[in-house]
């Protein structure tokens, strides 16, 4: 495969793009010189691979998120094959889900929009009000930009839809977590040995065929796969198990079952990785590695909330604490520095204008999105921020959810900082994450200012877009929205 010196992207600034992979140890996919960033070659309605782990938290993984920060990766887990992705991509330490839950998180993925937006703020809502046929989502954008291109999601759907109402050509149609093996009750925490734990294999099998086709009716293509692994229940392969039985346990990772099932997954992605270099596509392929939300912090044998698994990140998943909502995310393709990392805050949000604008978008409006392209800063462009509509990423959690913090809360990221409003009592907390990502000192009485001015601007966004309001006793579930009458 021949790799020259430098590379031509058009860049124009839309908003919303990411993409997600994970890895296989039984590959090195780094074995030849594979620095996209010294390509030559014009890049021209490339392949998109967007891997989207469950429920995998921001040290979920064996890659370090973020160099100086040794709690970025896990001291039990291990995924080799992401650990190759990040070699030859970029590691983003400040990204984020849109939500610390997952079907909030998938729609703005899919659409650019964040969930107070979208109305849709939390898992079982009714989503009657949203016209899925009418928006831009990924794949129409693609279509709009290349008629050939074409596009598969396999995996957890996880939304009010179908996949085809997004412009989806093969699917497997609107899956949920009970299709990738889920029981609410204890049992979820007890692993169970299979051939294909969660699905993981024959998932990347269907992918796998995908590309393979694609690439032989030479059309460019879009492919998701939203893997049901590391969402309990635990599954895993006797060999993955069999692995890690004598491996010594974390200081807060310590579940063998679910440290075999995170290999497994890795174990996937390497089987994709190896078939991608056989067909040789990976000079023309962006591959995208992300989680939809943080990780479950009370998995057993964690220390609940003091030191749970996204330690030392605080809290987890249900909260729009950082633990709840900072993932890992990689991205890895043309014209990308081989281990890069990037300090920039990015969001889920912004998938949907970043692959456009990777695909050479000259004429596509996105009306009415929260994200930013950040696919200046994968090409070593304009590195300096995102740029978004309103600055800001925000997250909206306006309900008790009687799991975790049981606060209706709000927040905003804005450059350093972020500030949570709980909408119970108005109190506010104001955080400086670049010094104290562990969000243990509030700010808000000895910063007054910078306070004012992030909750006015969280404020502000929620009335602009007609967000959800919290009011006691509503829980937002199976209710159709306008039933429900309570909006900023």
């Not at 992979?21 to 890049?43: G, R, T, V, Y």
């Not at 990204?95 to 964040?114: F, N």
């Not at 300090?343 to 929260?370: F, Q, W």
Request: proline content about 5%; hydrophobic content about 35%; aromatic content about 10%.
């Amino acid at each position: 495969m021949k790799f020259l010196k430098t590379i031509k992207i058009k860049y124009f600034n839309y908003k919303n793009t990411v993409f997600f992979l994970i890895a296989s140890s039984s590959f090195l996919f780094c074995c030849k010189s594979n620095d996209h960033s010294n390509q030559k070659e014009k890049i021209t309605s490339p392949n998109f691979i967007l891997i989207l782990a469950d429920d995998q938290g921001w040290n979920g993984t064996s890659v370090k998120m973020m160099n100086s920060e040794l709690g970025s990766k896990s001291d039990y887990l291990e995924t080799p094959n992401l650990e190759l992705l990040a070699e030859r991509g970029m590691r983003f330490s400040d990204a984020y889900a849109s939500a610390p839950v997952c079907a909030p998180s998938r729609y703005s993925i899919q659409y650019g929009k964040t969930p107070a937006r979208l109305s849709l703020i939390r898992v079982g809502m009714n989503t009657d009000h949203i016209d899925h046929d009418a928006f831009i989502s990924i794949p129409k954008a693609l279509k709009l930009i290349n008629s050939k291109y074409k596009t598969a999601h396999f995996g957890k759907w996880g939304m009010g839809s179908h996949p085809s109402s997004l412009g989806y050509d093969v699917s497997d149609g609107p899956t949920k977590n009970k299709d990738g093996n889920f029981d609410n009750n204890k049992n979820q925490w007890k692993n169970v040995f299979k051939q294909d734990p969660k699905n993981i294999f024959s998932l990347t099998e269907r992918a796998i065929k995908f590309i393979t086709s694609s690439n032989e009716e030479k059309k460019p293509f879009y492919l998701q796969i939203s893997h049901y692994a590391v969402h309990s229940n635990i599954e895993s392969r006797v060999t993955s198990y069999e692995q890690f039985k004598d491996k010594p346990k974390g200081a807060q990772q310590k579940d063998l079952g679910f440290a075999a099932m995170t290999f497994d997954l890795d174990k996937g992605l390497g089987i994709l990785l190896k078939k991608i270099k056989e067909l040789e596509i990976d000079n023309n392929t962006y591959i995208i590695y992300m989680s939809d939300n943080g990780s479950v912090p009370n998995i057993p044998g964690a220390k609940k909330y003091e030191k749970s698994y996204n330690y030392p990140l605080s809290r987890g998943k249900w909260d729009a604490f950082e633990g709840g909502v900072r993932v890992p995310l990689i991205v890895a393709g043309p014209g990308i520095k081989n281990g890069s990392e990037s300090a920039i805050p990015v969001s889920g949000s912004d998938l949907l204008p970043t692959i456009i604008d990777l695909a050479g978008n000259k004429r596509i409006k996105l009306p009415e999105i929260d994200g930013g392209s950040f696919a200046s800063i994968l090409l070593n462009k304009y590195n300096k921020k995102v740029k978004r509509a309103v600055n800001g990423i925000f997250f909206h959690v306006p309900y008790k959810n009687g799991i975790a913090l049981k606060r209706p809360h709000s927040a905003v990221r804005q450059g350093d900082y972020k500030l949570i409003k709980f909408q119970d009592d108005k109190s506010i907390h104001l955080f400086n994450l670049v010094k104290d990502k562990m969000e243990q000192f509030n700010l808000a009485v000895k910063n007054p200012e910078k306070a004012k001015e992030l909750e006015q601007i969280l404020d502000n966004y929620l009335i602009e877009v007609h967000a959800p309001k919290w009011k006691d006793g509503i829980n937002w579930k199976n209710i159709p929205l306008k039933e429900i009458n309570s909006n900023y």
